[in-house]
């Protein structure tokens, strides 16, 4: 049906109204004159525009509140400087699997061909870490924004990429369609040969294991994971992201793998000894070295269950089946009685052992601080850590009882990331408490955010690991054998800074001190930065 003239809606608008109708309440980004109508319209369409200080850590407050509402997030930037700011964030949201509606504005293509300041060909920079990049075209910037969304939504969710040119932005689109964005259903595995066996295989297993990934929690499937690994007493083995898709207190949860050599030690030779490795929402673009070929899928059945087609080539499985990741998993029970497993004991030692081997008990230093941290904050609670030495110890140590409440970015491992992730986790649900964790390098990359968190006057917790140092790094620097040089740096007082900033600022030197800090954070009205000082070296021998 053709509009009305009084319904008449511009370029922007409609894109603006489509986001609104796919559930996005939030926009993060840093205007232009290029882009002013769409944030005009975004305002206007019911979504609320957060002005940030960098591009690139928009984009992580969009992926923050994506975590949170399960809606697309939504990153604006201005042309040329603007756009480049965010490649980093585009490039995680590519490997994490986010759905990010990244909106640029760009001269018209008439103008670009005779006109050089600050302009670059945006799509062909975006073009290898983005799902698809478009460029807005009038009279079909309806069409537009319903394949932009459906493109970062369906199957492996990503980034897309829409270049609105300026006076494209404004323009009425008389014959537009009002936006319908309809989610694709999941396909579930049809009956026949391969699923036959794959149910024969559960049957006859004795020593299953699962190994559940991030799939799990955009399909909403991670609690049918979990009852498949309780009913058929599977134990399980989740990467960094998926932590607490089995709430990890259960005797069944071995915790996550793939980035620290110490707890590979522990989980790989069990899964050596597993005859039946079932990959439900298994990426393995989280996963070191350690996991390419962990496994001989002619030697042990290998089921994967998965968002979409794997063409990854890191392992290779006996059977696959992409699409519903429930449903799949639903199809492989059926008709299988459960049956007693694992009679040697062996996933409970491992267990063991991996406590053992981080142990969370030292009076002080980085695991204490996860301890004790942890011990505070509710189980509902979300945490979220940077990249560097801090994170992959904490990873080991901090316990999730539900998923998405560890957030951090384990595929791309980018530095920067925490407190923007905190920043937009806490705006999408304000009654969540929410506690940053990051090095000191890593803040440092993104002070300036602190006055977001300022501004947006959200009461979220920052602990930075103080050690003065780039410890990951160091620690592979002397490793090698090579000398000390660029790894060692100035110790910064974030407590003042954060007072500066507007915000609370403690430090802390023990248990006790980070305890009170901790809770007075949560209960305080603006942010809190808690210098948690650590000795230099206090991650040797720790992952
Ligand atoms: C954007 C970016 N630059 C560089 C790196 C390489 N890198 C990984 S960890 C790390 C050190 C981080 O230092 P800090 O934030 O102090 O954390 P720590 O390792 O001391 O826990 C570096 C430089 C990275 N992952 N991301």
Redesign the pocket.
């Known amino acids: 049906m053709a509009p009305t003239a009084a319904t008449v809606a511009t370029a922007a608008q409609i894109i603006a109204r489509g986001l609104h109708a796919a559930g996005c309440r939030h926009a993060f980004g840093m205007p232009g004159g290029e882009v002013l109508c769409v944030m005009d319209a975004l305002v206007e369409a019911g979504i609320a525009f957060h002005l940030v200080k960098h591009e690139n850590a928009g984009g992580y407050m969009a992926e923050g509140a994506y975590h949170m509402t399960g809606a697309p997030g939504i990153l604006l930037a201005t042309l040329g400087p603007g756009m480049a700011n965010a490649v980093?964030v585009i490039a995680n949201a590519e490997q994490e699997r986010v759905p990010l509606i990244y909106l640029t504005g760009c001269v018209d293509p008439a103008e670009a061909l005779g006109y050089t300041h600050q302009v670059f060909d945006h799509r062909a920079v975006l073009a290898p870490i983005t799902k698809a990049t478009f460029m807005a075209e009038d009279g079909a910037v309806d069409t537009l924004i319903e394949r932009a969304l459906t493109i970062a939504t369906e199957g492996r969710p990503g980034p897309v990429h829409i270049d609105l040119p300026v006076s494209l932005a404004p323009k009425e689109q008389p014959h537009a369609r009002s936006p319908k964005y309809t989610r694709p259903a999941a396909m579930a595995p049809a009956e026949g040969p391969a699923l036959e066996a794959a149910r024969a295989a559960l049957a006859r297993s004795k020593r299953p294991i699962l190994i559940a990934g991030p799939e799990l929690l955009f399909q909403g499937a991670a609690e049918a994971a979990a009852a498949f690994a309780r009913d058929f007493a599977i134990p399980v083995v989740t990467t960094y992201k998926a932590k607490g898709v089995l709430p990890e207190d259960d005797p069944l949860a071995l915790g996550g793998g793939g980035l620290s050599p110490l707890a590979d030690e522990q989980i790989l030779p069990l899964i050596e000894t597993a005859d039946l490795i079932v990959l439900a929402g298994y990426d393995p673009i989280e996963m070191r070295h350690a996991w390419c070929d962990p496994w001989d899928p002619d030697q042990v059945p290998v089921i994967e269950f998965a968002a979409a087609p794997n063409r990854h080539g890191v392992h290779r499985v006996t059977h696959s089946f992409a699409g519903d990741i429930a449903a799949g998993l639903a199809a492989l029970r059926d008709g299988v009685a459960p049956s007693a497993t694992w009679s040697n004991g062996a996933p409970a030692e491992t267990k063991r052992a991996l406590a053992a081997a981080f142990p969370a008990d030292e009076s002080w230093g980085?695991a204490a601080i996860a301890d004790e941290v942890r011990q505070v904050l509710p189980a509902h609670g979300v945490a979220t850590v940077?990249?560097?030495?801090?994170?992959i110890l904490l990873s080991q140590i901090w316990r999730c009882s539900q998923p998405r409440t560890l957030l951090q970015s384990s595929a791309?491992?980018?530095?920067?990331c925490a407190l923007p992730l905190a920043i937009g986790a806490k705006l999408a649900a304000p009654e969540t408490p929410v506690v940053a964790f990051?090095?000191?390098?890593?803040?440092?990359?993104v002070l300036g955010e602190l006055a977001t968190l300022r501004d947006l006057k959200l009461p979220v917790v920052v602990v930075v690991?103080v050690?003065a140092?780039?410890?990951?790094?160091?620690i592979k620097q002397r490793g090698a054998g090579l000398a000390n040089a660029g790894?060692d740096f100035g110790e910064t007082d974030f407590a003042a800074v954060a007072q500066a900033l507007g915000g609370r600022g403690v430090d802390v030197t023990n248990r006790a001190e980070l305890r009170q800090a901790v809770e007075a954070g949560l209960e305080a009205e603006t942010f809190t930065v808690i210098a948690a000082h650590i000795d230099r070296g206090a991650?040797d021998g720790r992952f």
């Open positions: 980093n980085p940077d990249s560097g030495a801090h994170r791309l491992g980018t530095m920067g990051t090095g000191d390098a890593g803040l440092e990359m690991f050690d140092s780039l410890a990951l790094i160091e790894v991650y």
